[in-house]
């Protein structure tokens, strides 16, 4: 991978790089169609990180559909793709990791201790692999998009993180490789995300700017769902999550929801600088 | 710096880095020369890396000489430079860091616990700064070298780690920028070092195998030293620093000994498949 990534840039070509860990939707299309626009090139990685899985979560029975990720990928404009298999990525006696220590103490942090380590190492190996001059990111993985960003400014990464809007459903749910894990009445209440949030943008647009009262808005919502189980719904600093009394700068509304066994996250910006 | 390398890549000059903090004895020069010998352009890195440091350490009397250095820089064959501040590298908020978490259990690491973390971050930083293809470590530092190979090869950076010998004084001394600490007295007991690691490759060469006998011949030769208390004196594979009971395969026999307030290093390979 990095000879291929060298040779492109001794031709001047710009590297893109989106990585996936597949089982591609829209979302992921997304932003290989936003590389594809601003790179001559564009590598597409595909690696489910066993690093950002604890041993109770699903890394056995994520969703893994090589072939038909690559078709896709192709047809939304990657020009490589880089499909290491865990051996390949992982000596049994690796001892060195990548870890930030701020910003994964909060939301998804909380409940997933292991998982930004795991995320920033196997980034960085891959922006090592790819050598990209930008790389690709969703907006929905909110915490990963900053942890991210703070990892290639503090280790100096010679690279640009591009952050992609979330990609939703027709009815609002936003996608996730996960979906596919819900039935029927799951789906149907996974969709109290979306409303929790459009709700709390409601009361927002009104004028509140207290973050208890729009958090409590959008749990009112979800409380509803029969199968819901909320994880943390939370307003806090969009540039580095600190704690927020009143929504006086841009927050990110940010939400974790298990729906039966399915962990789903969203998330929206409120920015009292800028109206509606 | 980045622009600069990119730039000489571009023109398919092949870059090495030396990363160092100042203060240059023979042992950089010739890290410095040996760039020069094998890579186009040679960047000699200085920055005395408060990471690194415990808050009882010596950064702040750490010498610095900058325009001295540049100076032998260039002379031995240096073509950049890059000296950052300390507010240059380091972000009030910074958060990321590169750790290793297994070689750095033993030998320098139990007595400087928070140092390696500190020597992987900022190296980490060097190269993303620097995008060398070849980076120069000397042996006096044993231990650092064989956990930034192991970063190089946990996050697939792509560059190659070259290692260069022991430079000594005309007495035997490894040089060390801390050398300069030494009164006269404790300038005879530093000998000692080297005396016990002679003594100790003296008695491998006439068949002594067992690890802990050679470290008692090393001990005995230090323990006359008025000024000298040791912190360690160990046996270790040489390859992953692993516990060595026979000494069957390459090991390091690897020191740390206090000189009055001065702490030194040095060490040695001993390897038995191989004859003197």
């Not at 865990?86 to 220590?101: F, G, K, L, N, Q």
């Not at 909060?106 to 190492?121: D, E, I, Q, Y």
């Not at 027709?170 to 029927?184: E, F, H, K, T, V």
Request: some cysteine; hydrophobic content about 40%.
């Amino acid at each position: 991978m990095q000879d291929w990534s060298h040779a492109r840039r001794m031709e001047r070509k710009t590297i893109g790089c989106v990585p996936t860990m597949g089982a591609f939707h829209r979302g992921h299309l997304s932003l290989i169609e936003a590389s594809a626009s601003d790179c001559d090139e564009t590598i597409v990685t595909i690696f489910v990180n066993p690093l950002q899985f604890s041993p109770t979560e699903d890394f056995r029975q994520y969703p893994r559909n090589e072939e038909s990720d690559l078709k896709l990928a192709r047809e939304n404009g990657a020009t490589a793709a880089y499909c290491p298999t865990v051996d390949a990525m992982y000596y049994p006696d690796r001892s060195v990791y990548v870890i930030e220590d701020t910003l994964k103490e909060v939301l998804c942090g909380k409940s997933r201790p292991t998982h930004f380590a795991g995320v920033t190492t196997v980034v960085a190996k891959l922006f090592n692999a790819c050598l990209p001059d930008r790389a690709y990111f969703g907006r929905k993985d909110y915490q990963q998009l900053l942890i991210i960003r703070r990892m290639v400014r503090d280790l100096d990464f010679p690279l640009e993180i591009v952050d992609c809007p979330i990609i939703r459903e027709p009815d609002g749910l936003a996608m996730s490789s996960r979906n596919m894990y819900l039935g029927d009445k799951e789906r149907q209440d996974a969709l109290s995300l979306k409303q929790a949030l459009d709700a709390a943008r409601t009361a927002f647009d009104k004028g509140e700017r207290n973050a208890r009262a729009i958090e409590n808005i959008a749990r009112s919502v979800i409380e509803k769902a029969e199968t819901a189980r909320i994880d943390y719904i939370e307003c806090r600093d969009a540039g580095n999550l600190s704690e927020v009394i009143d929504i006086d700068r841009p927050v990110v509304l940010a939400l974790a929801v298990s729906i039966g066994s399915t962990r789903l996250i969203d998330n929206i910006i409120l920015n009292p600088g800028k109206e509606g």
